[in-house]
């Protein structure tokens, strides 16, 4: 099955550097990536997704790129306000194989410093 | 220091029957949550458990339940399982309600 690892696990940056997360995964089938914000308490987000037929996508301060010969894709995150501040989580899966197979990462604690 | 343990790793059940999960937080955590997975969904809040008590709930009918033990473990009861309740279910800890939640690696429940 698809095996999902993230780094790093807790990540401190000031305010208005960038942040970035990485995860690679080891099917090569796998064709979806979603990233994830988690705030306590509360439902997630997903905040940008990319599919294996695209190598960056970039929405206002986030951005993701996926290197799929490699097998791994990154969430970056420019000019970081405090509100960044929560657990990211990537995942891949085959869309096509029903709900049963979203493989996340094991999150990455963002902290964005004022 | 050991992270959230789950357990099971996988669950197959039919429908109509009863899963029960489990979840042992990091020690020293007092609070637990419960969130479902479903593909395109985003995580789901199901529950919040913090000293035994159940302190927030989110929207999913009561055939979801759970419970806080003394040692701060969890378990999460589905009852009449259904076959959309197929997901990944991950379980977190914290120290206290408002501080850092750490996720285990999760339970993926199978209903056929």
């Known amino acids: 099955g698809e095996n999902v690892e993230q780094h790093p696990s807790t990540l401190s940056v000031q305010e208005g550097d960038s942040a970035v997360i990485k995860c690679t995964y080891s099917?090569?089938?796998?064709?979806?990536f979603p990233w994830y914000k988690q705030e306590l308490g509360k439902g997630s987000q997903l905040i940008i997704d990319i599919r294996s037929n695209v190598g960056e996508k970039k929405d206002q301060r986030i951005a993701v790129t996926l290197n799929k010969t490699a097998k791994h894709f990154s969430l970056h995150i420019t000019e970081t306000q405090p509100e960044d501040s929560a657990v990211y989580f990537c995942?891949?899966?085959?869309?096509?194989?029903?709900?049963?197979?979203?493989?996340f990462g094991t999150g990455t604690r963002l902290t964005v410093i004022p | 220091e050991a992270g959230v343990t789950q357990s099971p790793t996988h669950l197959i059940k039919t429908r109509g029957q009863q899963a029960t999960l489990r979840c042992s937080p990091i020690s020293g955590h007092t609070s637990v949550y419960w969130y479902q997975q479903a593909l395109g969904l985003g995580l789901q809040f199901l529950l919040w458990y913090d000293e035994g008590e159940e302190r927030n709930r989110g929207n999913f009918p009561p055939r979801f339940s759970g419970r806080q033990f003394p040692n701060y473990s969890s378990e999460l009861n589905v009852n009449a399982l259904e076959l959309e309740d197929s997901a990944l279910y991950l379980c977190?800890?914290?120290?206290?309600?408002?501080?850092?939640?750490?996720f285990g690696q999760g339970t993926r429940l199978t209903v056929v």
């Open positions: 099917d090569s089938a796998s064709n979806y």
């Open positions: 995942a891949a899966t085959h869309p096509q194989t029903g709900a049963n197979n979203l493989f």
């Open positions: 977190a800890s914290s120290l206290e309600g408002n501080t850092e939640a750490f």
